[in-house]
Nanobody, 115 residues
Framework: QVQLVESGGGLVQAGGSLRLSCAAS????????MAWYRQAPGKQRELVAV???????NYADSVKGRFTISRDNAKNMVYLQMNSLKPEDTAVYFC?????????WGQGTQVTVSS
């Protein structure tokens, strides 16, 4: 099994930056893709960014040019650098790891962007 723990969320003014971190443990060699999702109150969970084991990335249109996902396979870490934050980015952010047969999820970290 794989366990994921997010950190780095908090309060920030519009235009500011935060970096989220996700630490993976357990059967980390089972991990292929890793991703960040977010869920705002009253809304569906949405995919924010995904990164493959080879480092290829994809982003939601709403965050392109502002967010950057990266991973350090040696440290079993994935990051989400969030710049030029907007109030609409306010959500709980979840780290996810795609395994061979299932997906592992972190507990989430709150990001609040004030206007």
């Amino acid at each position: 099994q794989v366990q994921l723990v997010e950190s780095g969320g908090g309060l920030v003014q519009a235009g500011g930056s935060l970096r989220l971190s996700c630490a993976a443990s357990g059967r980390i060699f089972s991990i292929n893709h890793m991703a960040w999702y977010r869920q705002a109150p009253g809304k569906q969970r949405e995919l924010v960014a995904v990164i493959t084991s080879g480092g290829s990335t994809n982003y939601a249109d709403s965050v392109k040019g502002r967010f950057t996902i990266s991973r350090d396979n040696a440290k079993n870490m994935v990051y989400l650098q969030m710049n030029s934050l907007k109030p609409e980015d306010t959500a709980v952010y979840f780290c996810a790891a795609q395994l061979v047969h299932t997906t592992a999820w972190g507990q989430g970290t709150q990001v609040t962007v004030s206007s």
